[in-house]
């Protein structure tokens, strides 16, 4: 198991950017595929993107393509997602999670495949 500890949320007016990280303890992080998830009021959560234990695959949910990046530092055990072009529809609490795999090149786009999750972290984009 994995500990998750997301940051970097808050408020932001449209066309902003916003920066979040995830720290991640517990366990070699190295091991672990990671993603960001995002859960709006009386919404799903839903799938932002993903990453490979390696970071050479990443997956992007289309509503998010070339507005967002994540990226994934294994020596300082964290994961990142930059948000830039922030629309009011992004607003959510967005959530990282961790799975644990052997295969370095696998990415995960359904929330079945994440064990651990963190706590979330808010995201409000203003109009």
Same mark, same amino acid.
């Given at each position: 198991q994995v500990?998750l500890?997301? &940051?970097?949320g808050?408020l932001?007016?449209?066309?902003?950017?916003? =920066?979040l990280?995830? $720290?991640?303890?517990g366990?070699t *992080?190295?091991?672990?595929?990671?993603?960001w *998830?995002?859960?709006a009021?009386?919404?799903?959560?839903? *799938?932002?993107?993903?990453? =490979?234990?390696?970071?050479?695959?990443?997956?992007?949910? $289309? &509503?998010?393509?070339?507005?967002f990046?994540?990226?994934?530092d294994?020596?300082?055990?964290t994961?990142?997602l930059?948000m830039? =072009?922030?629309k009011?529809? $992004?607003t959510?609490?967005?959530y990282?999670?961790a799975?644990?795999?052997?295969?370095?090149?696998?990415?995960?786009t359904?929330?079945?495949?994440y064990d $651990?999750?963190g706590?979330?972290?808010?995201?409000?984009v =203003?109009?």
């Amino acid at each position: 198991q994995v500990q998750l500890v997301e &940051s970097g949320g808050g408020l932001v007016q449209a066309g902003g950017s916003l =920066s979040l990280s995830c $720290d991640a303890s517990g366990r070699t *992080f190295s091991m672990y595929a990671m993603g960001w *998830f995002r859960q709006a009021p009386g919404k799903e959560r839903e *799938f932002v993107t993903a990453i =490979s234990r390696s970071g050479t695959r990443r997956e992007y949910a $289309d &509503s998010v393509k070339g507005r967002f990046t994540i990226s994934r530092d294994n020596a300082k055990n964290t994961v990142y997602l930059q948000m830039n =072009s922030l629309k009011p529809e $992004d607003t959510a609490v967005y959530y990282c999670a961790a799975c644990a795999t052997t295969n370095i090149l696998v990415v995960l786009t359904a929330t079945v495949g994440y064990d $651990d999750w963190g706590q979330g972290t808010q995201v409000t984009v =203003s109009s």
